[in-house]
């Protein structure tokens, strides 16, 4: 590779526009690649620029994924990305803001393998059109989709995060208060997508994620099923999908008549990851960590953290059981069953200042009678 490509390589190009390296730092590493080809070494400039230390392997990575996807190394269609911030089978998302309304926005791009699997792209599309009928204060916004430069694309709210299990992990393990809290607004979110017909199947902790107020949000509707006559067949019959550590075990056995239950589950079991910070169960494989889902018998979260209440461990019981018939039918009874303990708890706080007050009281009444 030559002098003049080995600059105008996207990579490169990005990183001196961003001030990653400066140019005195690029000459450095172009004359050390001539030196290697001398001595009949076929060292790359982004090699030299990695071991050098000026870029990271990632950085490398991410910047190379953008300038393969944009015209000019930074504008998408009428968005200016900025850098990648997460990626999956489905596609890559990157941070990016609209050039014209100034908005910051996440990008979804489905990757170009998968339009040509129309199971897949299926399933993008199915994404693309649940946020589109969605609009809750605790589900990720959608703003805009479409395709550029023959890849399908969507752009929606950007979150700061981080996702509750960054967070939980960050903690070690959440008070039942605020555990409780974060669920319930996540179950507000969810009920407002099954009222919609639209069941997520994939809740866990990586896919809630904060915005910049605190306020939970749901994400990643990529696993997402319309629950309606005219979209079953989308769905992946016999197939699961879904996290292994969260998912119900109607997924397991692979169901096709999923409903809103599926996410009571993993929702429960999500709730247990805040409250302990560890999965409900935990296996060497797969087919041991499904098995135990099918199965039912978990370590109640009170041997992992004390301060969990017998209620929330009953609440925990009865969103994972086994049978969706004996679960929470709806995520408003969630709602409700959360609701119920917040209740309790305080009529227990004011129950026990009142009493702690008569006893003060009557102390007192003793101790004068006693005086006299």
């Known amino acids: 590779m030559n002098e003049q490509s080995e600059t105008n390589i996207p990579f490169v190009k990005l990183a001196l526009d961003r001030k990653l390296i400066s140019q005195d730092q690029l000459e450095e590493c ?3 690649a001539k ?8 060292t790359s400039v982004e090699e030299i620029l990695v071991s050098k230390g000026y870029l990271s392997r990632q950085q490398v990575h991410e910047l190379n994924e953008i300038g393969q996807l944009t015209e000019d190394g930074t504008v998408f269609g009428a968005y200016r990305l900025s850098d990648l911030i997460g990626e999956g089978g ?3 998302v990157y941070r990016a803001v609209h050039e014209f309304m100034g908005r910051n926005v996440a990008i979804k791009v489905i990757n170009a393998s998968v339009t040509n699997d129309a199971t897949n792209a299926t399933r993008f599309f199915q994404e693309i059109r649940a946020l589109a009928k969605l609009s809750h204060p605790n589900i990720v916004s959608i703003y805009d989709a479409g395709r550029i430069n023959r890849r399908y694309y969507f752009a929606m709210e950007l979150l700061s995060g981080p996702s509750l299990k960054a ?11 605020e555990a409780l809290d974060i669920v319930r607004a996540t179950a507000l979110g ?8 639209v069941v997520h199947r994939d809740v866990k902790p990586e896919n809630i994620i904060f915005d910049a107020g605190g306020t939970p949000k749901i994400t990643d509707f990529g696993l997402v099923m319309h629950h309606d006559v005219d979209h079953l067949s989308l769905t992946m019959e016999g197939c699961l999908v879904g996290s292994f550590y969260y998912t119900s075990p109607e997924q397991v056995d692979g169901n096709r008549d999923i409903d809103g239950r599926t996410d009571i589950y993993s929702l429960g079991a999500t709730l247990y990851y805040a409250l302990t910070g560890r999965t409900v169960y935990t296996g060497n494989s797969p087919q041991e960590l499904l098995t135990k889902h099918l199965t039912g018998n978990f370590v109640s979260p009170r041997k ?9 461990v009953r609440l925990i019981r009865k969103m994972m059981a086994t049978k969706r018939e004996r679960r929470f039918q709806s995520m408003e009874a ?11 708890r305080k009529a227990q706080t004011i129950a026990l200042a009142a009493i702690a007050g008569i006893s ?10 006693l005086r006299y």
């Not at 967070?167 to 208060?177: A, F, G, N, Q, R």
């Not at 003060?360 to 009678?369: A, F, S, T, V």
Request: proline letters at 2%.
């Open 90 to 92: 489905m596609g890559k």
């Open 30 to 32: 172009k004359g050390l």
């Open 304 to 312: 992992l953290n004390r301060s969990v209440s017998h209620g929330t």
């Open 190 to 197: 969810l009920g407002h997508a099954h009222a919609k017909s």
């Open 35 to 42: 030196k290697s080809k001398k001595i009949g070494l076929e």
């Open 334 to 344: 969630v709602v409700a069953a959360i609701d119920a303990r917040s209740l309790f």
């Open 360 to 369: 003060l009281l009557l102390l007192g009444m003793l101790l004068e009678y």
């Open 167 to 177: 967070y939980v992990d960050s903690k070690k393990m959440l008070p039942e208060k």
